[in-house]
């Protein structure tokens, strides 16, 4: 069957949205909806036979880098150059607005695709889950967003982020925590309430004790049965951890990039990253 590219429009998110349930990701619809707003010219689907058989979305953050994300494709037409045209296009689309850098989180399964179009490994990370009996659900005042954390952020991932921080902590400004030392932020953290589970992240900190104050807020607010965490795996602090308060290992990922990498921000200070599609 044969299949046409076209760019993603809003009526596209229930298509992805059961393309992500299929594949058991953590994404949920908001999440679709924040790649169209920042990027509605970088998102692109795979149609045939009138349906929507692929997808991919961009997003570029502060022109630095551009990430690349939700590359899916239906089961039943796998194997057909599907993925490989839909990132392609993405990749030609980010060139044309002359993003030096693009940058994605591969499985395993994926990383040969994407060294094949020139991807390099920059960082592993390591996705950690915990199952626990839920919690009783607490009344907590929630958090809000401050120009410290955004100014931390910026320097462990390498580029302001700062819209996108503030929309999904507004959609969980109960998760929007931060730790302080000597009147000093120290680290700060957000989460969002995925499909699957409530996911840590970004998760930054200057110490382990910050880290671990942080974990341990989240967890405490959480009242999920399953939460996801994407560690750094060379984080000083994050793994160990994650082992402490009962985290399993789920599966490796790998950060890669493609161009100069001018802006890879701080490993040191990042302990979790805000989720694969987003970086």
């Known amino acids: 069957m044969e299949f046409h590219l076209r760019r993603m429009t809003a009526g596209d998110i229930p ?33 045939a036979g009138g349906e929507v058989v692929g997808t991919v979305a961009t997003i570029s953050y502060e022109g630095r880098f551009a990430w690349i994300g939700m590359v899916l494709v239906h089961p039943e037409m796998r194997g057909r150059g599907i993925g490989t045209k839909l990132l392609e296009t993405a990749i030609d689309h980010l060139a044309s607005c002359r993003i030096p850098c693009i940058k994605l989180d591969a499985t395993p399964q994926g990383k ?30 929630p958090g809000q967003v401050t120009e410290k954390m955004l100014e931390l952020d910026r320097e462990a991932f390498g580029a302001d982020r700062s819209e996108l921080l503030r929309a999904i902590a507004l959609e969980r400004a109960d998760f929007v925590l931060q730790s302080r030392r000597q009147g000093k932020l120290a680290g700060y953290s957000l989460g969002r309430r995925g499909a699957l589970a409530d996911h840590l992240g970004p998760w930054v900190a200057h110490d382990e004790s910050s880290a671990d104050e942080l974990l341990e807020e989240f ?26 308060r009962g985290f399993q290992f789920s599966r490796p990922l790998t950060r ?12 040191d200070l990042q302990c979790g990253v805000l989720g694969p599609e987003f970086g």
């Open 256 to 267: 890669m990039y493609r161009g100069h990498n001018e802006f890879p921000g701080r490993v």
């Open 112 to 141: 040969p695709l994407y060294t094949k179009l020139g991807f390099v490994s920059e960082c592993e990370i390591e996705r950690w889950h915990l199952r626990r009996v839920p919690a009783d659900k607490l009344a907590i005042t």
């Open 219 to 244: 967890l405490r607010r959480s009242d999920r049965a399953t939460v996801f965490v994407d560690a750094l795996k060379d984080s000083l602090w994050a793994i160990g951890l994650l082992r402490r």
């Open 15 to 47: 298509a992805g949205a059961r393309f992500a349930e299929i594949a058991a990701w953590n994404q949920t619809r908001s999440d679709w909806g924040r790649f169209l707003r920042a990027s509605p010219e970088g998102c692109f689907v795979a149609e």
